[in-house]
């Protein structure tokens, strides 16, 4: 278990989410609750690494905020297209300017949908391959550990961590692939086949290296009752951010 923070992480609220419900009460983190908010995993997650504070946005992070954590979920049903309509939120906008401060935003599953949609990060997420629902462990290759992300990890490490979505078909333009694998901004990479995304990419990040989006869920393998731990550094490391 690391030592304490003094850091603080927020996680924007789009109404109902399933993976919403488990980040409070692991670690030595405190929560703090504003209406009806439960982020239980992503925030046991974060709570797992020691960040000190767990602050649910209701309306826009705080000037305070060290990270910003977009959980998955099927915001808003996924109506029009997945993310798009949380893209749109109010707090998503005060998400973009975090951003563009220099905030460290990570986006797991719906959240890597919803950056795409708020143009935080290039391309698209589509309908899997197969047009089926893929939730199961997959192995992840780290492509690179010079990112705040990724930096608890070994260049070319096998991860395991599990995936549960119907639209995590990564798609961009040949330039814009050639982009962020000539700049280093490709962190995870799948295995093998899973959903059919370009270059079997699980997880970008933005130009500055400061936003990350990936597909599959970290938070759900932090400690050895999840069935893994392959997740937790990824929290670790950014306490060192």
């Given at each position: 278990m690391a030592e304490p923070s003094d850091e603080k992480a927020g996680l924007p609220v789009f109404g109902e989410q399933p993976c919403d419900r488990g980040l409070v009460g692991l670690g030595r983190s405190s929560a703090e609750?504003?209406?009806?908010?439960?982020?239980?995993?992503?925030?046991?997650?974060?709570a797992a690494a020691a960040l000190a504070v767990v602050v649910a946005?209701?309306?826009?992070?705080?000037?305070?905020?060290?990270?910003?954590?977009?959980?998955?979920?099927?915001?808003?049903?996924?109506?029009?297209?997945?993310?798009?309509?949380?893209?749109?939120?109010?707090?998503?906008?005060?998400?973009?300017?975090?951003?563009?401060?220099?905030?460290?935003?990570?986006?797991?599953?719906?959240?890597?949908?919803?950056?795409?949609?708020?143009?935080?990060?290039?391309?698209?997420?589509?309908?899997?391959?197969?047009?089926?629902?893929?939730?199961?462990?997959?192995?992840?290759?780290?492509?690179?550990?010079?990112?705040?992300?990724?930096?608890?990890?070994?260049?070319?490490?096998?991860?395991t961590v599990p995936v549960a979505h119907h639209d995590g078909n990564y798609a961009a333009d040949e330039e814009t692939l050639a982009r962020l694998e000539g700049e280093g901004r490709v962190v995870f990479r799948y295995a093998e086949p899973v959903n059919g995304s370009a270059r079997d990419i699980a997880g970008i990040l933005n130009e500055a290296g400061t936003v990350l989006g990936m597909?599959?869920?970290?938070?759900?393998v932090v400690e050895p009752a999840h069935g893994g731990t392959d997740g937790l550094r990824l929290f670790e490391g950014l306490l060192g951010g």
């Open positions: 609750r504003e209406g009806d908010v439960r982020q239980p995993q992503l925030k046991q997650a974060i946005l209701g309306h826009g992070p705080r000037d305070e905020l060290d990270l910003v954590a977009v959980p998955g979920g099927f915001s808003y049903g996924d109506y029009l297209r997945s993310g798009a309509m949380a893209a749109r939120s109010p707090v998503m906008r005060a998400v973009v300017e975090a951003a563009g401060r220099g905030v460290r935003v990570l986006g797991v599953c719906n959240g890597f949908q919803v950056l795409t949609e708020a143009g935080l990060l290039p391309g698209a997420l589509m309908r899997n391959a197969g047009i089926s629902f893929v939730c199961r462990d997959v192995a992840l290759r780290v492509e690179t550990s010079r990112s705040v992300f990724s930096s608890r990890y070994a260049d070319g490490e096998r991860i597909m599959p869920h970290p938070e759900r």
